[in-house]
């Protein structure tokens, strides 16, 4: 069965302290996988599609990398303003996308 | 470019009442899709279109209908509201087959 398991459920960081958060998949042939940041009462905003294992993006202080088995989501010296939820998806062979329950981050000052 | 764009923001129902929600996407994308988003639960696709005049089940579909006329909006409706319906709602566009997807604001949906 397709399934996305994220970790941790919460995360609270101190501004600068350095974390990663972990998509772990089980899926038929991956053919991608999305993260996504969610702000409260706001719709997920789309930040990065990897594609293959050893594969990394980066955005600011956002660094997503991706193995055979799952994703992390690197947050180096985070802000504030980094605090939201961030969700990974990925699609099945019915192009549907599975969401993992996300991470809660909070980044305090 | 206005993206993914849900109407209304907010309503209250009372059981057994009907609704419609409207998704518009500018981005001439073929895909679109209905999500529901509960605590504790995640985002659940209640159904999809990819394309006009298509449509298709998701993981939660019961108690909920769509259209697809045109290829910028995507309705779904709700024809006798329940208090397990109360949620928030979200639509999404996609250009292509498993591709990323991008989401409209939501609609919160309280029904009583």
């Known amino acids: 069965e397709d399934q996305v398991t994220q970790s941790p459920e919460a995360l609270r960081l101190q501004e600068g302290e350095s974390s990663s958060l972990n998509c772990s998949y089980t899926v038929s042939g991956l053919r991608g996988l999305f993260w996504y940041r969610q702000d409260p009462g706001k719709g997920p905003e789309f930040l990065f599609t990897l594609y293959s294992a050893g594969e990394e993006k980066e955005k600011e202080r956002l660094k997503a990398t991706l193995t055979k088995k799952e994703s992390f989501l690197h947050i180096t010296a985070p802000k504030p303003e980094d605090s939201a939820t961030y969700l990974c998806a990925v699609p099945t062979n019915t192009d549907k996308l599975i969401f993992g329950t996300g991470t809660r981050l909070q980044v305090f000052p | 470019n206005a993206g993914v764009t849900q109407t209304p923001k907010f309503r209250v129902l009372k059981t057994g009442q009907s609704m419609t929600l409207l998704c518009a996407q500018d981005?001439?994308?073929?895909?679109m899709y209905w999500y529901r988003q509960d605590p504790g639960m995640g985002l659940r696709l209640i159904h999809y279109?990819?394309?006009?005049?298509?449509?298709a089940k998701g993981e939660v579909p019961d108690g909920y209908n769509v259209s697809r006329l045109k290829k910028q909006n995507f309705l779904l409706g709700l024809e006798s509201a329940a208090p397990s319906q109360t949620s928030v709602y979200f639509c999404?566009?996609?250009?292509?087959?498993?591709?990323?997807?991008?989401f409209g604001p939501g609609t919160r949906l309280t029904v009583t």
């Open positions: 999404a566009s996609s250009p292509r087959f498993g591709a990323e997807q991008y």
């Open positions: 981005m001439n994308h073929e895909y």
């Open positions: 279109s990819v394309g006009e005049g298509t449509t």
